[in-house]
């Protein structure tokens, strides 16, 4: 595994205070991310979820926000339960009119166990490609996905 992040960007048809309300809303999260119990955007605030292979091993994710620029970014360190390894999520937004630019940066999966293959890279690429550009596009743009009209 090579030490480059996995980087995604996506426009939004959706405004800022929109987008940050998405990934900051645990109630708004369960809709299109995952189901999380608790959830401040507060730095050093620590949640968890459980996810993995829909058919196969399901990981306790334990997470703590690292850093909070309200309407603008959110970082957060990613690791598993009783395995090695730790990493950054970070979604950054920029305004784009009425639309918003959403940068995913995953960094420092090298640090997960090489001999698990639930931990390749192509496994994280291909899950926040899911993520970004299918469940969190349609919960914001009103797809077949979507949850509710706002």
């Not at 299109?32 to 979820?49: N, Q, S, T, V």
């Not at 306790?60 to 970014?73: D, G, S």
């Not at 918003?100 to 090489?114: D, M, Q, R, S, V």
């Not at 596009?137 to 077949?144: I, V």
């Amino acid at each position: 595994m090579n030490n480059q992040p996995i980087v995604l960007e996506k426009t939004f048809n959706a405004p800022v205070s929109r987008v940050w309300q998405a990934i900051t809303d645990k109630d708004e999260m369960k809709k299109w991310y995952f189901d999380i119990a608790e959830f401040k955007a507060e730095k050093g605030f620590r949640f968890e979820f459980t996810a993995g292979d829909e058919n196969g091993t399901q990981y306790l994710h334990l997470c703590e926000i690292t850093e909070v620029v309200p309407q603008k970014k959110l970082t957060y360190s990613w690791r598993y339960d009783n395995f090695a390894g730790n990493s950054l999520v970070t979604f950054e937004l920029f305004e784009q009119g009425d639309k918003t630019l959403l940068k995913l940066t995953h960094e420092g999966l090298e640090t997960f166990p090489h001999d698990n293959p639930d931990f390749a890279e192509s496994n994280f690429s291909q899950g926040w490609n899911q993520i970004i550009n299918t469940s969190l596009k349609e919960y914001l743009e009103g797809g077949k996905a979507s949850a509710r009209a706002e």
